[in-house]
């Protein structure tokens, strides 16, 4: 399995606003906390602050000054007041499952825990949104909406565990965003506060908000410029039926073609997902999920709706599989059938996980017809630098994610994977991508921001940022680097993910 | 399959031009309003200022059907947008009014979305990306051509319905959609309240409605999918059916204002319309004026003598908001924001146009300012 201990970059981002508080400003910003807060509410022992000191990008590590665990939104107005009048920087977080080091504290800094608002407010199943609170975990929305019919369509792979308020920072996608979009095309509304603690409502059931659409500014933002206490959400109504298709090709490029077809066909399918060899090899060895151990890639396309829109977008994507050459085609018949085939696909990374020390996830978005090129980009790279990668990919919207296999503990192995997924980025770039699809940029992908950006849209972003939160203490550091350290940077340098909840399912 | 290349990044001559007017204007304390095909010059307030037009920005850039991604030109037609797409079976997901001479980049900059909306989106939902010119006069690139991306703030969708208040458009990206293999329109006649209602509840079974919209005593129901899928879906919706040019053109009018609405009201010429967005389940609003409904429920065109503030605040207390349409001098035109978001839009002006070269007054929603027009 995983392993952590071998790499640890203790390197803190860089934060130009706020120096490490004097004990002298330590003690009154702590009492002010205590007056605010139920007892069980703030944290400050070395011992309580541990589980707080990263979130899922565990090779950085940092414990906050402290850790306020507020109960209700009027709680987090004040602490975000105190923080405000004594200078002090907050970070919020949510279930802490994210994968770029977005909630990782700074030492002068106070974490704000949006886990305990974990409030459905309503549900309204005839205007179909849901109003919760930040720390309602996003399968428990559409847990909660089930009995009516409904659904909360987008959903991370970490949805068991992830926060709807985490979703919102991050904009996070899901296997079925190609289809049912992205958390910033199902978030409707959100109130929360301003760093200072002024109240924000912004966007809600009405349509289109009167004014600039601040709601997506909010959707993303990485906790930068408001700390949300409440989302309304809009909820579909649950397909009856799903199938999916397994089809495996000879290549890559064929697979690849047939993703093209699919669309081409006029198919948006509810899911289109790709594993490269490698992938297939591990996955199959793992769980057994009936993937052709020859094949050079492996396509899974799922239908969802109504029995005959099923029944005959199934027919079609064999259809197209089969003229783009797939040599072993097999649809689900069943639930359990369609579970089976995708419990290779989500058991990809922890597969991968079995058959090497360890691991970096890349998470690059290139445009599709790209895929062919970029791949084959990977493994020239993959010999130059000396090390093996596992390719899975979201075919569907272009969302790639090479798992650059390494073993901390041999000397020079981290910095090689670090090079080879710098590479990665680099060649994403290159072929019109970006540099995150939906993992975030956090602390993580710094650096790689200079390379997707240049020097006038990264000033943007800071005046942005200080339109929101004009004192910076808002998660400063994070999401854009400054001029200086990109300026300072000679080559893009990208720190790959490790998962620090290796038991939560990773696609 | 055709393939459009992505021009060479060597400077556009009329790119750079635009540049050069936007840098001359903040030089000179001068206001340009920016225009495109002039489609729109009804609606909002007359903006102040001297013109700069993108109609010298033509083209589709790249077009890649298999990507369900289309870059394309800020002055180009709409019309040459749309024709493009319908020849490669697809469509732009949130069905804009089609004016005459509306341009894609009037489209994303008015943010108005048609019938399809309630169900596929709307303009900013299918935005990927924008290159524009903000108020230094500088070239910015936000967003891209993909459809996941989480890099930097979301600068690219704050541009739909901005009015040009940010900057000059000059090329986006839009994901687009297939056209539907099969379209079925069905009429049901019932009251608004009972519409109400049965839009809503339908919209929560997986039946593929694609839009739904009700005016003069009739509730109108649009399914599109596969014809197997739609077919199955009949039996559940009822009603009679419309035939494919009358529904055609039905939904068509519907995205710029119900039709039947228009022709139904007697003095339509002298009374003022209103364009609300409230919650899709709102209670019909016609003891306050003449009703139509569209977006399942999410907007209400409203014909009413009733006085600004008391629509305002009829729209606010359903938790929606007001804008000033057809015959309606009510300024500003678009819903005053709370003080909170009005000083977050006046922060970002502050920042993003230092010298207001764009403050041309189209986009008034965030300010006391606004000088009322003499007329719209």
Redesign the interface.
């Known amino acids: 399995m995983l392993r952590h201990n071998g790499v640890m970059h203790t390197q803190a981002p860089s934060r130009p606003h706020a120096a490490a508080p004097q004990p002298a400003h330590r003690a009154p910003l702590l009492a002010a906390l205590a007056a605010a807060l139920p007892a069980d509410a703030l944290l400050t022992q070395p011992e309580q602050l541990g589980p707080y000191e990263c979130d899922g990008l565990s090779m950085y590590r940092q414990p906050p000054l402290a850790v306020a665990l507020p109960y209700a939104a009027a709680q987090v107005q004040a602490v975000l007041r105190i923080c405000h009048a004594h200078n002090t920087p907050v970070v919020p977080r949510g279930a802490g499952t994210g994968l770029a080091g977005g909630a990782l504290p700074s030492a002068d800094a106070v974490l704000l825990s949006l886990a305990r608002l974990k409030r459905i407010a309503r549900i309204?199943?005839?205007?179909?949104?849901a109003v919760v609170e930040p720390g309602v975990r996003n399968a428990a929305i559409s847990e909660a909406a089930a009995g009516?019919?409904?659904y909360y369509a987008p959903d991370p792979s970490s949805q068991i565990a992830c926060s709807i308020g985490g979703n919102v920072a991050?904009?996070s996608?899901g296997v079925h965003?190609?289809k049912y979009?992205?958390t910033?095309?199902n978030v409707l509304g959100v109130r929360g506060f301003?760093a200072d603690g002024?109240?924000?409502?912004?966007g809600?059931?009405?349509?289109?908000?009167?004014?600039?659409?601040?709601l997506?500014?909010m959707?993303?933002?990485e906790g930068l410029?408001a700390v949300v206490t409440e989302v309304t959400v809009r909820l579909l109504?649950?397909?009856?039926h799903a199938q999916v298709v397994m089809a495996a090709f000879a290549t890559v490029e064929d697979a690849g073609d047939a993703?093209?077809g699919i669309?081409?066909e006029?198919?948006?399918p509810a899911g289109l997902e790709m594993m490269d060899a490698l992938a297939t090899r591990a996955v199959e060895d793992f769980v057994h999920a009936g993937y052709p151990l020859d094949a050079g890639a492996i396509l899974l396309a799922e239908s969802d709706?109504?029995?005959?829109?099923v029944?005959?977008?199934i027919a079609r994507i064999e259809a197209v599989c089969r003229r783009h050459g797939a040599v072993s085609l097999a649809t689900s018949q069943s639930e359990a059938e369609r579970l089976k085939l995708w419990a290779g696909r989500k058991a990809a990374f922890p597969a991968v996980g079995r058959i090497t020390p360890d691991y970096y996830c890349m998470d690059g978005?290139?445009?599709?017809?790209r895929l062919s090129a970029v791949l084959r980009r990977i493994a020239e790279l993959s010999e130059q630098h000396g090390l093996a990668c596992a390719n899975v990919f979201?075919a569907g919207?272009?969302?790639l994610h090479p798992l650059i296999f390494f073993d901390a503990n041999q000397p020079g192995d981290v910095e090689r994977a670090e090079a080879f997924g710098l590479d990665i980025l680099r060649a994403c770039v290159e072929a019109?991508?970006?540099?995150?699809?939906?993992?975030?940029?956090g602390v993580e992908?710094l650096d790689?921001?200079c390379v997707?950006?240049a020097a006038?849209?990264l000033s943007?972003?800071h005046?942005?940022?200080?339109?929101?939160d004009?004192a910076g203490l808002l998660n400063p550091g994070k999401?854009?680097p400054t001029l200086h350290r990109c300026a300072e940077m000679g080559g893009m340098h990208v720190h790959g993910g490790k998962l620090l909840h290796p038991d939560l399912p990773r696609f | 399959?055709t393939h459009y290349e992505?021009e060479g990044r060597t400077p556009d001559p009329e790119e750079a031009r635009l540049v050069d007017e936007v840098r001359a204007a903040g030089t000179e304390g001068r206001v340009l309003h920016i225009r495109g095909g002039s489609s729109k010059d009804g609606l909002g307030g007359t903006p102040r200022g001297s013109g700069l037009s993108t109609l010298g920005l033509k083209g589709i850039v790249d077009y890649?059907?298999?990507?369900?991604?289309v870059t394309v030109r800020a002055g180009t037609p709409l019309a040459d947008l749309q024709a493009e797409l319908a020849a490669h079976?697809q469509m732009l997901p949130f069905e804009p009014p089609a004016w005459p001479d509306a341009t894609v980049g009037g489209t994303v900059a008015s943010?108005l979305?048609g019938p399809r909306?309630?169900f596929s989106?709307?303009v900013?939902?299918a935005l990927l990306g924008v290159r524009l010119i903000?108020g230094r006069g500088?070239?910015?690139?936000?967003g891209?051509?993909?459809?996941?991306?989480?890099?930097?703030?979301?600068?690219f969708?704050?541009q739909?319905?901005?009015w040009g208040?940010?900057g000059v458009l000059l090329e986006v990206s839009f994901r687009v959609?297939?056209?539907p293999?099969s379209e079925l329109t069905r009429v049901l006649q019932m009251d608004a309240d009972q519409a109400i209602?049965h839009m809503?509840?339908l919209?929560?079974?997986?039946?593929?409605l694609s839009a739904a919209a009700w005016f003069g005593g009739l509730l109108h129901l649009r399914l599109s999918?596969?014809?197997?899928?739609v077919?199955?879906?009949l039996s559940g919706v009822g009603g009679e059916p419309l035939d494919p040019l009358s529904a055609e053109r039905l939904w068509a009018d519907c995205a710029a204002q119900p039709p039947g609405f228009a022709e139904t009201a007697a003095a339509a010429e002298s009374v003022p319309l209103w364009r609300l967005?409230?919650?899709?389940?709102t209670r019909s609003l016609a003891a306050e004026g003449e009703e139509a409904i569209d977006?399942c429920?999410?907007?209400r065109w409203l014909r009413t003598h009733a006085p600004a503030e008391a629509v305002r605040a009829l729209a606010t207390s359903?938790?929606?908001?007001a804008?000033a349409w057809q015959n309606n001098l009510a300024r500003p035109a678009?819903?005053?924001?709370?003080p909170?978001?009005q000083a977050?839009?006046r922060?970002?002006f502050d920042?993003?146009d230092p010298d207001g070269v764009f403050d041309s007054g189209r986009f008034d929603?965030?300010a006391a300012a606004v000088v009322a027009p003499a007329g719209a």
């Open positions: 309204d199943a005839l205007a179909r949104v009516y019919g409904l991050e904009n996608g965003c190609l979009g992205l910033v095309h301003l002024t109240p924000v409502s912004i809600g059931e009405a349509p289109d908000d009167s004014g600039l659409d601040l997506a500014l959707m993303g933002s410029l109504p649950r397909p009856r993703v093209a669309i081409g006029g198919i948006i709706g109504t029995l005959e829109e029944a005959d977008e978005t290139i445009p599709k017809k979201h919207d272009g969302n019109g991508g970006v540099i995150t699809g939906e993992h975030g940029v992908k790689a921001m997707q950006f006038p849209e943007t972003f005046a942005v940022k200080a339109a929101f004009p999401a854009v | 399959m992505p890649d059907p298999a990507e369900l991604v079976g943010g979305s909306r309630a989106g709307s900013r939902d903000d500088q070239l910015l690139q936000f891209g051509q993909v459809m996941k991306n989480v890099a930097g703030f979301d600068l969708r704050l739909a319905g901005a208040r940010l959609l297939p056209r293999q209602a809503n509840q919209a929560g079974t997986p039946v593929p999918g596969s014809a197997a899928g077919q199955a879906a967005a409230v919650p899709a389940a977006w429920g999410g907007l359903l938790g929606g908001h804008t678009m819903h005053p924001l709370d909170v978001r977050l839009h922060r970002l920042t993003l929603a965030d």
